[in-house]
């Protein structure tokens, strides 16, 4: 009895883990590693890159101003003087917290509008025609009709730069979830006629435990999906408002606010216009091919081949 149970000890092997099997998928495109490496690299640049190099990115240096990259500033200087790296790095940390929280904002509102209008027939019809007047909206001059409407207020009631920021997030997440609510919303109305779903309310299975028990969990790979595409499209408007003079001040650096700035000095010093659009440009390639990576790892269609 002994030597059976040391044998079925011994031939037994605990199951693997399923997202070791995504890992495994995800390691085979290339583009997505190059891509999450690069991200990486960006988030420890901005974050922890003005630990090192410690030149205030507002100070002002008149004697050194419009300079070229040198070893005392290597993406040179602006018309005042002061320093590009140190200013693309706190712009950068502006870019990525505006990026990161209107993803944030938007797949929660995406995700709810999607869960509600998938799993409650009653409600389906009201918020996709919601989402669908959203679609049709034109974002751009929405985003600037709201931008000119609320900006005074918030900067009044919360300074400059925090007013600024709320504005902006709210702007880009509010006009950002759509896309992710009908890929939520799809996969809900495929999963409810599954047979563990159907079991689960066979047993009188409340509907807030079915969702967050069986129907959120396996949304997830579209969500995360979203979740990187949503980062790319948030960094991009950002930038383009602050290109159009509409975001942060004039004196609050951003990777956009760079862009807008460097253009009048495009002619005699133009690498004040390729290091933020370098740094827009790279980033948002990086999170994309993340994104693409993530969907075959994610996709149970995919993986294993």
Known sequence: MTDLTRLESETYQKPRNQWWDVWDQF????GAL??????????LFVFLGPLFWTLDAQYIDIRARSQGPSLAHPMGTDQLGRDTLARIMVGGQTSLL?????????????????????????????????????????LLPLLLVII??????????????????????F???????????????????????????????????????????HVLPNVLSPIMVSATLGIA?????????????????SDFPTW?????????????????????????????????????????ALDPRIRGR
Not at 261 to 289: F, K, M
């Open 98 to 138: 505006v990026g990161l929280t209107a993803m944030l904002l938007a797949l929660i509102v995406g995700t709810l509008v999607g869960v509600l209008a998938g799993y409650f027939k009653r409600l389906d019809g009201i918020l996709m025609r919601l989402t669908d007047l959203f679609l049709a909206l034109p």
């Open 34 to 43: 190059i891509g999450a490496g690069f991200f990486i690299l960006v988030l």
């Open 256 to 296: 956009g606010r760079l862009l807008f700035d460097g253009t009048d000095w495009l002619q005699r010093n133009p690498e004040r216009v390729i290091w933020p659009g370098l740094a827009i440009s790279l980033t948002v390639l990086s999170v994309n091919y993340i994104g693409d990576g993530l969907r075959d």
């Open 233 to 249: 499209n948030a960094i991009i408007t950002e930038s383009a408002l602050s290109f159009l003079g509409l975001g942060f001040p």
């Open 148 to 169: 000119m409407l609320f900006r005074d207020t918030l900067r009044a009631q919360f300074g400059p730069e925090k007013g600024i920021f709320i504005l902006i997030v």
């Open 171 to 213: 702007v880009i997440g509010i006009t950002s979830w759509m896309q992710t609510a009908r890929i939520v919303r799809g996969d809900v109305l495929a999963l409810k006629e599954r047979e563990f779903v159907l079991a689960a309310r066979s047993i009188g299975t409340p509907p807030y435990r079915m969702i967050t028990r």
């Open 27 to 30: 390691k085979t495109h290339k």
